[in-house]
């Protein structure tokens, strides 16, 4: 089991800003495709966005396409997700998780390692 912390969430207005982080320690990110998930209350976890461990591919959910930006920082063994526009659809626990290989899907089975997420509130 691969440990992973989020953090960076909080409340933002409709329209604003937040960066997550995934960080990790005792491995190495770059080795593994890091994925951002998000749940809902009352709703399934559903996928946001991945970077592949090679060339660092992205891939990224429809309803976030264009607002929201994951990259890696390798020197600070972090992956970020930027979410700009957001949305009152956007609220949840967003939690980053790890798995080897890549694909551009976003299946939670794929994933063995999880954080314990962090909120995100969109309210005016």
Same mark, same amino acid.
């Given at each position: 089991?691969?440990?992973?912390?989020? @953090?960076?969430?909080?409340?933002?207005?409709?329209?604003?800003?937040?960066?997550?982080?995934?960080? =990790?320690?005792?491995?190495?990110?770059?080795?593994?495709?890091? &994925?951002?998930?998000?749940? $809902?209350?009352?709703? %399934?976890? %559903?996928?946001? !966005?991945?970077?592949?461990?090679?060339? @660092?591919?992205?891939?990224? =959910?429809?309803?976030?396409?264009?607002?929201?930006?994951?990259?890696?920082? !390798?020197?600070?063994?972090?992956?970020?997700?930027?979410?700009? !526009?957001?949305?009152? %659809?956007?609220? =949840?626990?967003?939690?980053? $998780? $790890?798995? !080897?290989?890549?694909?551009?899907?976003?299946? =939670?089975?794929?994933? &063995? @390692?999880? &954080?314990?997420?962090?909120?995100?509130?969109? @309210?005016?």
């Amino acid at each position: 089991q691969l440990h992973l912390v989020e @953090s960076g969430g909080g409340l933002v207005q409709p329209g604003g800003s937040l960066r997550l982080s995934c960080a =990790a320690s005792g491995f190495t990110l770059d080795y593994y495709t890091i &994925g951002w998930f998000r749940q $809902a209350p009352g709703k %399934e976890r %559903e996928g946001v !966005s991945c970077i592949s461990n090679i060339r @660092s591919n992205t891939h990224y =959910a429809d309803s976030v396409k264009g607002r929201f930006t994951i990259s890696r920082d !390798s020197a600070k063994n972090t992956v970020y997700l930027q979410m700009n !526009s957001l949305k009152p %659809e956007d609220p =949840a626990i967003y939690y980053c $998780a $790890a798995r !080897s290989g890549f694909r551009p899907v976003l299946l =939670a089975a794929d994933f &063995g @390692s999880w &954080g314990q997420g962090t909120q995100v509130t969109v @309210s005016s």
